[in-house]
Each structure stands twice: as structure tokens, then as C-alpha cells.
């Protein structure tokens, strides 16, 4: 399991759409255009593989951090909000 973190800058609305609904099938949006959570790597993979193809590269930029344990630490969040934390349980 890792810990990611992905933020984009999509200059056409419509990919930005198509891109931000797949980051939100599987992160958290924790700003705009910056998602994060926990991703088993397969599923980061998988993710990777379903946004790639959205993007214009001349135009776009993408960019996946994946953050070790004593990385994620040490990461400061100032004013409002947290890091997202995965709840050990989840209701469905």
C-alpha cells in the first residue's frame, strides 16, 4: 500500500472533467486539482493507465507522487483541512 498524491493542470475542461472523475474513483480530492489517499499498487497502476490516455501531452501535465511512510510524516497541511486518513473501517 502506498501513500499518493496526484495533481494535474489541464488546460481543456473537458479532459480536466474526464481526468478529475477518474482521480475521483480512487483518491480523495483534497484541493482543485490535487488528490491523494492510499493505493494498493495494482490499483495505482490501474489508475495510471486510465488517465494516461486523457492527456494531451503538448498541452497537459500530470504529476503522481508516491510518498513513503516517514515521507507522508513529515508532510505540513496549513489552514484547512488534514491529511486524508483511511478509516479502518468502512460501512457500506
Do not use: F
Not at 475542461?13 to 474526464?18: A, C, F, H, T, Y
Not at 488517465?51 to 513513503?68: G, K, Q, S, V
Amino acid at each position: 500500500m502506498a501513500y499518493v498524491v496526484v495533481a494535474y493542470d489541464i488546460r481543456e475542461n473537458s479532459r480536466r472533467l474526464r481526468v478529475s472523475k477518474a482521480l475521483l474513483s480512487a483518491l480523495d480530492r483534497v484541493q482543485r486539482s490535487v488528490y491523494e489517499g492510499e493505493l494498493e499498487e495494482q490499483h495505482l497502476e490501474r489508475l495510471r493507465g486510465r488517465l494516461l490516455p486523457l492527456l494531451e501531452p503538448a498541452e497537459d501535465t500530470l504529476r503522481i507522487y508516491t510518498l513513503c511512510a516517514t515521507c507522508r510524516q513529515r508532510v505540513e497541511v496549513h489552514g484547512r483541512g488534514g491529511l486524508v486518513e483511511d478509516p479502518d473501517v468502512w460501512i457500506v
